[in-house]
T-cell receptor, first 112, second 111 residues
Framework: DQQVKQNSPSLSVQEGRISILNCDYTNSMFDYFLWYKKYPAEGPTFLISISSIKDKNEDGRFTVFLNKSAKHLSLHIVPSQPGDSAVYFCAASAITGNQFYFGTGTSLTVIP | DGGITQSPKYLFRKEGQNVTLSCEQNLNHDAMYWYRQDPGQGLRLIYYSQIVNDFQKGDIAEGYSVSREKKESFPLTVTSAQKNPTAFYLC??????????FGQGTRLTVV
């Protein structure tokens, strides 16, 4: 059973506009959430994270929002750039847990 | 340069053969992980190790084996019992708190 879900396999956005990628989780024990960016045939690279004591974390053009009551997080990229085109994975873990659970990924295409 | 090195980048296996994928890290992390990526399925955990000489099965361990004799190394063997081994394999390590760091991956193809 998939504990972390990304229901949108793909997303296309115009350059300069906002990209919003969504992620839902089912396990209420999860309290640490991450976003990774991945290019084909490469390993994922860490983008941004958030712990459950916060509801927002910003790093430059990237902001992650966490809604614990809805078990939902989102990644906002603004402004979107063509170099942001990649697959984005969200991941979750519990503070007492040993592993990350990954979503199935959303392929973002930023159109110049 | 600290990081995780996976080798080889591409690997071809004949049916019925065992193959071993290498993963080395110099980040001094205790925890190491092996994931498999298939199209449309995200990253699925094969095995993980929290400490030397100890490892745990992940969600899809059948047909795989690992060892953790040194902190820096966590090799993955894909055995002939793995019925569908063609995939992209990713190794990762993690400090006690924070994000996991990934290697560049190994593409395994059965020929």
């Amino acid at each position: 059973d998939q504990q972390v879900k990304q229901n949108s396999p793909s997303l296309s956005v115009q350059e300069g506009r906002i990209s919003i990628l969504n992620c839902d989780y089912t396990n209420s024990m999860f309290d640490y959430f991450l976003w990774y960016k991945k290019y084909p045939a490469e390993g994922p690279t860490f983008l941004i994270s958030i712990s459950s004591i916060k509801d927002k974390n910003e790093d430059g053009r990237f902001t992650v929002f966490l809604n614990k009551s809805a078990k939902h997080l989102s990644l906002h990229i603004v402004p979107s750039q063509p170099g942001d085109s990649a697959v984005y994975f969200c991941a979750a873990s519990a503070i007492t847990g040993n592993q990350f659970y990954f979503g199935t990924g959303t392929s973002l295409t930023v159109i110049p | 340069d600290g990081g995780i090195t996976q080798s080889p980048k591409y690997l071809f296996r004949k049916e019925g053969q065992n193959v071993t994928l290498s993963c080395e890290q110099n980040l001094n992390h205790d925890a190491m992980y092996w994931y498999r990526q298939d199209p449309g399925q995200g990253l699925r955990l094969i095995y993980y190790s929290q400490i030397v000489n100890d490892f745990q099965k992940g969600d899809i361990a059948e047909g795989y084996s690992v060892s953790r004799e040194k902190k820096e190394s966590f090799p993955l063997t894909v055995t002939s019992a793995q019925k569908n081994p063609t995939a992209f394999y990713l190794c990762a390590s993690r400090p006690p708190w924070g994000e996991a760091f990934f290697g560049q991956g190994t593409r395994l193809t059965v020929v």
